[in-house]
């Protein structure tokens, strides 16, 4: 039973260039959320998606990220026009329907703005 | 406003020794509250979920307790393959809001 997959394990990207990582949430999971980790912080919440749903966005900077969860295909991340202090890990998590259920992690994206 | 703050930021230990690592929280409405272990260049893995005061889990030499402003990791005679930093993280507020709110961590180093 394959764990959250997430891709490209590591990208590096010009200032001004788009990012885009992908997260395939474990078998059975409906539930998708993105957390950033950056250099010596903790975990932040950004996004909680729900196939073709947005459900909760309150931890998205208000430009240049967006995400979504299609309903067939992996969900995406995408930042637009980045920037040095994107430079982070990015971090998928997948739970299944219902509240109080585990968050799964994947390995991570380790996006370098350069 | 939720917090979470974990004790102490870092800890060594002789291999054997035990501890107990600290997670105190405020919050409105716990719905539960998480532990992860992160190695370096890795993902969180979910060692434990506790969701009501009085509440303990055990997983080999790891064993999680909860009480209503707190939670410990307590850590029995451990080897260096326990070193990693151990994560804690809350589930609050209505139902439906499902995010976690992570403390900064406890970088757990066990020496042979």
């Known amino acids: 039973n394959a764990g959250v997959m997430q891709n490209p394990r590591h990208l590096v990207r010009r200032r001004g260039q788009e990012a885009r990582l992908r997260c395939s949430p474990m078998?059975?999971?409906?539930?998708v959320y993105w957390y950033r980790q950056l250099p010596e912080e903790g975990l932040k919440f950004m996004v909680y998606?729900?196939?073709?749903?947005?459900?909760?966005e309150s931890g998205m900077p208000k430009e240049r990220f967006s995400a979504e969860f299609p309903k067939e295909g992996p969900s995406i991340l995408r930042i637009q026009q980045v920037v040095r202090g994107d430079s982070a890990a990015y971090f998928c998590?997948?739970?299944?329907?219902?509240?109080?259920?585990?968050?799964?992690f994947g390995e991570g994206s380790w996006l370098t703005v350069v | 406003e939720d917090q979470v703050t974990q004790s102490p930021e870092a800890l060594r230990l002789q291999e054997g020794e035990s501890s107990s690592l600290n997670c105190s929280y405020t919050?409105?409405?716990?719905?539960?509250l998480f532990w992860y272990r992160q190695d370096p260049g890795k993902g969180p893995e979910f060692l434990f979920t506790?969701?009501?005061a009085g509440e303990e889990k055990e997983k080999e030499r790891l064993k999680a307790t909860l009480t209503k402003k707190e939670s410990f990791l307590h850590i029995t005679a451990p080897k260096p393959e326990d070193s990693a930093t151990y994560l804690c993280?809350?589930?609050?507020?209505?139902?439906?809001?499902?995010?976690?709110?992570f403390g900064t961590g406890t970088r757990l180093t066990v020496i042979p």
């Open positions: 506790l969701y009501s």
């Open positions: 919050v409105s409405g716990l719905r539960g």
């Open positions: 078998k059975g999971h409906s539930h």
């Open positions: 998606l729900q196939k073709e749903n947005i459900i909760d």
């Open positions: 998590a997948s739970s299944p329907q219902g509240s109080g259920n585990t968050i799964y």
């Open positions: 993280a809350v589930q609050a507020g209505q139902t439906g809001a499902n995010n976690l709110f």
